[in-house]
């Protein structure tokens, strides 16, 4: 079976914070890194498809370091312009080379620091795309077994995951999984499409306490109905807006304040 | 001193036959590497940046390795209209991380069919500029410190390469002499520019009896006036046009009959 | 009504003959246009965003004007490697501005030479997107109306392409129906699938009588079952394989012996 | 002669003052239009190959409209990692196309607002290049002439504008004299190179005096040492900056101060 090794070794009351991080490319500026780092324990960093540069690439991995931050690879579709957010009805074989291309370059930088690559996560689109489609979920999982020296793939952790799990599985991939509290759920465990209203939480406070509620208690309330379950081997908050290190150091405390470790996997 | 221990651990009357490949991007092709490759102990596969894309980075590996033929990364400048060839006054930081970066993800594709990357050479502009310029050349071999796990970097076998060996001596990389035998020299050692009549060699039995001469005599007639003296631990031809596989076959074959075995380094 | 004027003021046994051209990019080739534009009467240049680039579309509006052949615009999505193929969910304003973008690139080269710009028509995915998503035939219909000059878009001739002649006739902008007889018809009027055996014609005697019949008849055998009508102010044939300048030859022969004026339209 | 005749026909004690202008790509940001404009005349858009983007294009020129400012093109070099200040040594009929593409394409944002083409500036390396390289000036000279409508190309005015005007006149261009008021100039009357220190001035009340000088007298205090001339039909001041509002605000108070009427020539 495919469960992660790591899952089982840890004592479940330790959680991992996480943001996506080093999305600036050339000359534009996006995010704050080095103001949400001393927050964070592990970093989703950008692979110059959907944003970042080498440079970048190099600058973020060395500046997680410095913060004791785990990294890992942010693989997205191939569309500065859109971010990423796009979808691209990509041949899955191209995609699969796709996401081998950006984990590899992005692993050799952290190789050059010394360290290990810690994990892989889909950005964006290709993200969504890796819930819903077993293909793009498949290539995904390819290719984190071919590029990813052994790295877990984060995936959404609830019942909108089981594709990404699956494929994970069928790849020999270990799993992590991820919640959102910055994000409102559905009551069927898929995240609130960002155009709706309500669908980000801004709030430190409110995010944090969803934050406790999700690693505590594994559910939270759906945007829509109800409550959805969710599985929280990792915490992720967005670093894209000024209030991003407000937000992480609010989960952080209450994380900690909860009782739970405030600390990466593996 | 950095000279490459396979260097000397070798019978000095063996030498590899190398092409670029992979210079194919999305729709488009160029050159014909399966019938290229028959004649090829090596090839320098475009990573991305000057040609390439990631599932033709994928392809071009994998036939490589089904030939027998050693993988080496060519990176260039981020230039796919230019095809690398055009100059570009790249800070020399940002260099090093695009040429890590393009490593990397040759460096994946490799991995991934469980070989090891081979060399790194750099393409077209990079590599003129890396003649010439110090700063680029240390970027170039720093890059190959960091990201090439031990590959060597293939320098301009001459006095013109002096720059490139330099560098790679203060990275700590490992280097092999090249020599183009399809190429006009001059008599300083550099290429004659491709601007000039006579700089690029088409016929096969001249380009194979140049190839003779490189790595018998270590000198070459110059495309301006004498001799140029010349070091070919590997020698290049281009692929880029339709009598390639006529030109690696003759040079092949006009080696083999001088009585040195063609077969790659390391 | 958005009937074109120049569709009623013409003969009606007037057929034009095109194809897409300017679709190499930066060193690589693709088609050969030089031999292809003798026979046709109006092409579809390339604009940068799936293929072609600025020297490329310069080029390629000389060779027409020197042939006589009329220039129109072909702007496509944002999509280089993939050729423009790949289905890309841009934002609707997204999409109008790089259509407007494309359209305006291309006018610039067609006045620098004196002449006016012919057509517009959408590429690939692009194209297959406008049949089918009001909201991106809107996009584009709204582009050539802001870029255009006056130019007319090309939509499909026949039922399947009613959403585009809706679009064009709420933005103003005149239509010339298209058909295809190097590719096979869906009896519902839609063009059969690439991915379908039998989906493309390449024998250049079957490709003409196609084109006969539908610009004689109005009609065509469908690939699945019956028939399909199809409306027909110009043919489309392929220029990116080996025969493309024999299809062409025979379509234009096959035309004028069935009593067709092959000439373009205004 | 080549002298702008709208040069000669206007009241020489009016000035008009420009910024760049549209420069945010995609998800990034960069520069306050919004808030810049109220106090400019002219602005110098991007036009997508070193910042920009269609969507922002249309944008740009919407919002320059609507507060009276006048449109220039402001194509570069094809190099949006490096934001178009890395020079590449781009052959000059690719250099002519990319420019006319980017002309065209601005062009047409700009035709369906019902406006006319105000204007063509340089971006970054291309406009030094073209101060220095009779090639690239002409590159630049005939793309405006094939491509801007009749619009002038804005050069450097003093000393080290005499290529760029020499240019202008090969190829039938009007010219309008600039002086940056922000930026420290060489005895020779170059810009200071933004590498030493001192080469940009951001305080708001320097810069204004600096710009009266410039206006009033024909001549500035040179970085290096004694003074230089500069003539300055048209003031650039920055907008890359978070004072650049403040900036523009402070040099058209003290031009107007000064007797001059700020607004745009033509």
Chains 1, 2, 3, 4 share one sequence.
Not at 72 to 87: C, I, M
Request: hydrophobic content about 45%; overall charge negative; proline content about 6%.
């Amino acid at each position: 079976m495919n469960r992660a090794p790591h899952e089982a070794d840890e004592d479940v009351r330790t959680v991992d914070l996480n943001a996506d991080a080093g999305e600036s490319f050339g000359p534009w500026r996006m995010g704050d890194d080095a103001a949400l780092f001393p927050y964070l324990t592990s970093v989703n960093v950008a692979c110059g498809f959907h944003a970042g540069d080498p440079a970048t690439m190099r600058h973020t991995v060395r500046l997680a370091l410095e913060h004791g931050v785990a990294v890992g690879a942010h693989p997205g579709y191939p569309d500065l312009p859109g971010f990423g957010r796009r979808e691209l009805t990509m041949d899955a074989r191209d995609l699969h080379a796709a996401v081998v291309y950006q984990i590899g370059a992005l692993h050799a930088f952290v190789r050059a620091e010394g360290a290990r690559l810690h994990h892989v996560k889909a950005h964006g689109a290709l993200h969504h795309r890796s819930a819903v489609d077993d293909a793009v979920a498949d290539a995904v999982a390819r290719a984190v077994a071919d590029a990813g020296g052994g790295a877990p793939l984060v995936v959404l952790g609830g019942p909108a995951g089981a594709r990404m799990r699956a494929a994970a599985e069928r790849a020999g991939v270990p799993v992590v999984p991820e919640a959102f509290p910055d994000r409102a759920y559905l009551a069927d465990g898929r995240l609130t499409p960002r155009s709706l209203d309500g669908a980000w939480i801004g709030d430190p406070d409110r995010v944090a306490a969803r934050a406790v509620r999700m690693v505590r208690d594994g559910r939270i309330e759906a945007w829509d109905e109800g409550e959805t379950a969710v599985e929280a081997r990792t915490l992720c908050v967005h670093g894209d807006h000024d209030g991003a290190p407000a937000v992480a150091r609010a989960v952080r405390d209450a994380a900690e304040a909860a009782g739970f470790r405030v600390a990466t996997y593996r």
